[in-house]
C-alpha cells in the first residue's frame, strides 16, 4: 500500500527544483543584499532577481540533463524541466529589465564570473560538484553580483572590485571551515592548516584593502569575527553539532559580516 501511495504520488517538487547544496543560498543571497543596500536601484534589484533564479535554475537543470544524458523521460524528468522553464524565463524577463533600467555599466564583474562558472560547471559534469574548487569557483562567481549592482549606481570600478574581494575572502574561508567542521563533526580526519591560512588571508587581504581606501576598516572586524569561530570551531573546546547547525550558524556569522561590511561603507 505505502509503495503503490508512494508511486502515484510521483516525484515532490522540493527534490528536483530546490538546490540540493543548502549552503550555496548565503552565497547567492549576500552579494545580492549587500549591493542593494548600498547602492539600492531597481536595476540592481532584478540583478539580484535574475542571480537568484540562475542559482534555482541548477538543480531541475542538472536533474532533466542527467535523466536525458541516459536516454531516460520519468515523471521527474518532466517536472524538473517544467521548473527549469520557469526560473529561465523569470530570469531572462529580470535581466530584460536590468538592460533597460541600468544607468551605468555594470558588465565587467559578470565577465569576470565566466570563467569561473565554467570551472564550476566543468567540475560538475565530473561528477565533483561537491568538490572544494567547485563550490569555491561558484561563491566567486556569484559574488560578483555585488560589484555589478554598485557599478550600476555609479561606484568607480576599484571600490566595485574591493567590494568583490572582500566578499570573496569570506566566501574562501567560509568553504573551507565548512568543510573541515564536517569532517571533524563525522569523525573523520580534517586539515585544519589550509582554513586557519586562508583566515589568516582574509584578515591580511581585508587590511591591505583597507589601507588602500577600498574597502571600510570596519569589515577587518568581521574578519576577525569569523578568524575566532573558525579557531573555535576545528579546536578541541568545540561543541558538537549537527550539519543543519553548523549551516544555520554559518549564515548568521556571513550576515554579521555583510553587516559590518554595509556598516562600515555607511559610516
Not at 564583474?109 to 569561473?116: E, K
Not at 568583490?164 to 571551515?177: K, Q
Not at 588571508?201 to 584593502?209: D, S
Not at 578568524?227 to 543543519?244: D, I, Y
Request: hydrophobic fraction near 55%; include cysteine.
Amino acid at each position: 500500500m505505502t509503495a503503490e501511495t508512494t508511486r502515484q504520488a510521483g516525484p515532490s517538487l522540493k527534490s528536483v527544483a530546490m538546490p540540493a547544496q543548502h549552503g550555496g543560498w548565503s552565497f547567492v543571497l549576500e552579494p545580492a543584499l549587500v549591493g542593494v543596500l548600498l547602492a539600492p536601484t531597481f536595476g540592481g534589484l532584478l540583478l539580484g532577481v535574475a542571480a537568484f533564479m540562475i542559482f534555482l535554475l541548477d538543480q531541475p537543470l542538472r536533474v532533466a540533463v542527467k535523466d536525458r544524458r541516459k536516454g531516460k523521460y520519468y515523471a521527474r524528468t518532466r517536472l524538473a524541466e517544467r521548473a527549469a522553464l520557469v526560473y529561465a524565463g523569470i530570469g531572462g524577463l529580470a535581466i530584460t529589465g536590468v538592460v533597460l533600467f541600468a544607468q551605468h555599466p555594470f558588465w565587467i564583474p559578470l565577465l569576470l564570473a565566466v570563467p569561473l562558472a565554467l570551472v564550476q560547471l566543468r567540475l560538475d559534469l565530473r561528477n565533483q560538484a561537491r568538490s572544494a574548487s567547485a563550490e569555491i569557483a561558484g561563491a566567486l562567481a556569484l559574488g560578483t553580483v555585488a560589484p555589478a549592482i554598485v557599478l550600476m549606481a555609479g561606484w568607480p570600478l576599484a571600490a566595485a572590485l574591493g567590494l568583490w574581494a572582500a566578499l570573496a575572502l569570506r566566501d574562501i574561508s567560509a568553504v573551507l571551515y565548512v568543510r573541515a567542521r564536517l569532517r571533524l563533526e563525522k569523525g573523520k580526519p580534517a586539515e585544519a592548516t589550509p582554513t586557519l591560512l586562508a583566515h589568516i588571508l582574509l584578515i591580511g587581504g581585508l587590511g591591505g584593502l583597507s589601507a588602500a581606501g577600498l574597502t571600510p576598516p570596519l569589515a577587518l572586524v568581521g574578519g576577525l569575527l569569523l578568524a575566532g569561530r573558525a579557531l573555535l570551531g576545528l579546536s578541541r573546546w568545540r561543541k558538537p553539532s549537527s550539519a543543519v547547525q553548523t549551516g544555520v550558524r554559518e549564515v548568521f556569522f556571513g550576515l554579521a559580516y555583510c553587516a559590518l561590511l554595509v556598516l562600515g561603507y555607511r559610516v
